[in-house]
């Protein structure tokens, strides 16, 4: 009896521990919040890679990326585009941190600029951006459609957006994401008017089904 105790008190302390690390992953905060970013940095490298060739940056393109995290994203474009500007936004302060911290020299030259925001509500002034990306946060959006309308809001006229994601791991494809893209995501997309909608795989990273939809807002 008191084995089984003890053995069911070890799997409520995994249980919570399991939730805790979870919530790291969704909203990183404190010392922890600063060591998973960075253990993200690490992780999402070929798929952060793989989005910011999708983007296609062009000279002076303002960009604007949604969940910005630890800022690798971010250092990736200032070092390897000739983007003019870029824009990240973060509902993370910890998070915030490691990106000025990543980044430090194009923020203080301006080309960076970090901001507070909330991903499922952007505050920005209508065409604004070239492009606007996304990676991993598809599964923390609270209202699709919504932020969609932001999105189509915030992009000039022939700008896109590319939302980088994970549908499966190894023989296993993730349903709940996948019907979250074709009953939501896509006709969202089409709704509020994007054009060449267009669904793209991308490479395996730890065994991970990388995935991005991209859509251009039109020119008229």
Not at 55 to 80: F, P, T
Not at 103 to 115: E, H, M
Not at 159 to 188: A, M, Y
Request: glycine share 8%; with cysteine; net charge positive.
């Amino acid at each position: 009896m008191n084995g089984n105790f003890k053995r069911k008190e070890l799997i409520t302390i995994i249980a919570a521990i399991k939730r805790l690390i979870d919530q790291q992953y969704a909203h990183p905060t404190g010392r922890f919040g600063t060591y998973i970013g960075e253990k993200m940095v690490r992780q999402h490298q070929p798929e952060t890679e793989w989005t910011v060739n999708l983007l296609n940056v062009q000279q002076d393109d303002a960009i604007l990326e949604l969940g910005c995290g630890a800022g690798s994203a971010i250092k990736r474009l200032v070092h390897q585009t000739t983007a003019k500007q870029v824009t990240g936004i973060d509902s993370s302060f910890t998070m915030l941190r490691s990106v000025k911290r990543r980044n430090k020299d194009a923020v203080r030259s301006r080309r960076v600029n970090v901001l507070y925001g909330d991903l499922n509500k952007l505050a920005f002034p209508n065409n604004q951006f070239d492009k606007v990306f996304t990676i991993h946060t598809l599964y923390f959006w609270k209202n699709i459609s919504g932020t969609l309308a932001d999105i189509y809001n915030v992009l000039k006229p022939g700008g896109h957006f590319v939302i980088t994601f994970c549908d499966g791991k190894n023989d296993v494809t993730w349903n709940g994401v996948k019907d979250l893209v074709q009953n939501e995501l896509l006709p969202s997309a089409k709704k509020y008017g994007f054009s060449d909608i267009t669904f793209i795989e991308g490479p395996i990273s730890r065994q991970f089904h990388t995935v991005a939809v991209i859509g251009y807002k039109p020119l008229n």
